[in-house]
């Protein structure tokens, strides 16, 4: 069972930024425990994502 933690702005700092180049068609895979964010879109074409999730009842 994973318990919600809120960072603050000086906790969330220790964290250093990590770009990842991907390709069209790769996938990138992490849980939501990742502090992330996706850069502004430059292009010209829609950036798709997919969230999927499970929820145990």
């Known amino acids: ?9 000086r906790q969330f700092a220790v964290f ?4 990842i ?4 068609g790769d996938v990138l895979c992490f849980n939501h425990m990742l502090p992330h964010r996706a850069a502004l879109n430059q292009s ?13 009842i």
């Open 21 to 24: 180049e991907m390709d069209e």
């Open 44 to 56: 010209d074409t829609v950036r798709w994502s997919m969230d999927i999730q499970r929820l145990e």
């Open 1 to 9: 069972m994973y318990r919600l933690r809120i960072c603050s702005n």
């Open 16 to 19: 250093k930024p990590l770009s």
